[in-house]
Structure formats: structure tokens, C-alpha cells
Nanobody, 118 residues
Framework: QVQFVESGGGLVQPGGSLRLSCAAS????????MDWYRQAPGKSPGKERE???????????NYADSVKGRFTISRDNVKNTVYLQMNNLKPDDTAVYYC????????WGQGTQVTVST
């Protein structure tokens, strides 16, 4: 069964950094496109989950315009883990962050909360 376990979130001041991790299992990780998404406060689960970043199985990447130049996605195919390095964080980055494959599995993880605030 496809599973994702996100970690690394927390409370950080504007301008700070965090590194998120997502441990995946239940599929051949190295062959899958991996995405990060986020859900801002007040949004119902499954509604308006925003795309953040993608890394394909050739290590090609792309990003939402709102995070380009600040966030970096990477993957470790030995550890079956995808990462999201987030720098220069802004209050608008506050959200629960999730990873998933593309096309998305219905088995979303619990996410990890990122709060950017003074």
C-alpha cells in the first residue's frame, strides 16, 4: 500500500528556513514523479491543495511561481525519501505540507505543519 510520512515542519520566523522530509513506501520510488503540495489554514482537506514543487525520476524539477528561488526539492532513491528545502520563508507559506506521487495516490499522509510567524 502506498504510504507517505512527512516530517520536519515547525514554527519559524519570517526569513527563516526549514527542511521537510517525506518517507515513501509501497511502490517503486525511483520510477515515480514526486510532488510537494500544501494546504493553507481554513481549507477543507482535499480542497484547494496547492502544488508547490515536483521532481521527476531524472531529477528534473519545477516549482510554483510563489516559491521559485526560495524552495528546492530533492530526492534520495536509496532512502525512498523526497525533501523540500525552504529558505526565506514568508507568512504566506504557512500551511500543512504533503508529498505524493504523480498522478496522486488517494492515500495522502498526515502532512507536516509549517507556521511562519513572529
Amino acid at each position: 500500500q502506498v504510504q507517505f510520512v512527512e516530517s520536519g515542519g515547525g514554527l519559524v520566523q519570517p526569513g527563516g528556513s526549514l527542511r521537510l522530509s517525506c518517507a515513501a513506501s509501497g511502490f517503486t520510488f525511483s520510477s515515480k514523479v514526486m510532488d510537494w503540495y500544501r494546504q493553507a489554514p481554513g481549507k477543507s482537506p482535499g480542497k484547494e491543495r496547492e502544488f508547490v514543487a515536483r521532481i521527476n525520476n531524472f531529477y528534473g524539477t519545477n516549482y510554483a511561481d510563489s516559491v521559485k528561488g526560495r524552495f528546492t526539492i530533492s530526492r534520495d532513491n536509496v532512502k525512498n525519501t523526497v525533501y523540500l528545502q525552504m529558505n526565506n520563508l514568508k507568512p504566506d507559506d504557512t500551511a500543512v505540507y504533503y508529498c505524493n506521487i504523480w498522478p496522486p495516490s488517494p492515500n495522502w499522509g498526515q502532512g507536516t505543519q509549517v507556521t511562519v510567524s513572529t
